[in-house]
């Protein structure tokens, strides 16, 4: 798989709970593409929405100007609030599958990440919803989306646009994720 226009631009991948596998999207995208790096969490498990802000600051700072973050579940919920609460700079982010801490399935282990902030975010960003999330409906998504000034991408019945749910190597998405870098 290469995707020549994304070729210099760097992306920090940001993975939900438990990272993402090596058959998730973005485990494929990352293996193919040399400007992906992936953010590494201490604690996968048991995500602390503090840690996760300063391990996503500290590649920030790290990161070349025009930075786009890629994240998935629990990782887009740490974007945003690090986003809400940093100076650094990314050009863009594609936030797919963004959970409800607020949903009375989300694990308590979660520490953190309730309430999301509802603010714009500071740069260009899409929001990719599934009207059957299991860890956030359609309607979180929707007002995420609005709130943060993030396009919204609704792809139909995709559970949580996962391995479980799919989605491999994932072609749409990296269609949407290329539109950002334009």
């Avoid at 210099?8 to 058959?23: A, K, T, Y």
């Avoid at 600051?57 to 990782?75: K, P, R």
Wanted: charged share 15%; proline share 9%; with cysteine.
């Amino acid at each position: 798989m290469t995707v020549s226009p994304m070729s210099s631009v760097p992306v920090l991948i940001l993975p939900g709970r438990g990272n993402s596998d090596p058959q998730h999207w973005q485990s494929r995208w990352e293996a193919a593409q040399p400007n992906f790096r992936r953010v590494i969490q201490d604690d996968w498990e048991r995500p602390v929405c503090a840690a996760w802000r300063q391990r996503l600051e500290a590649a920030v700072a790290a990161s070349d100007a025009g930075t786009v973050l890629v994240a998935h579940s629990l990782g887009c919920l740490a974007a945003a609030h690090w986003a809400a609460g940093s100076r650094g700079r990314v050009k863009a982010a594609l936030l797919v599958g963004v959970p409800d801490p607020l949903r009375p399935t989300f694990p308590p282990e979660l520490v953190g990440f309730a309430p999301v902030p509802m603010r714009p975010l500071p740069f260009a960003s899409i929001v990719v919803a599934s009207t059957d999330d299991p860890y956030g409906s359609w309607e979180h998504s929707r007002a995420c989306a609005s709130a943060w000034g993030s396009q919204l991408v609704t792809i139909g019945a995709a559970g949580h646009i996962n391995t479980a749910s799919g989605f491999g190597e994932w072609k749409e998405g990296l269609g949407l994720l290329e539109s950002l870098m334009q």
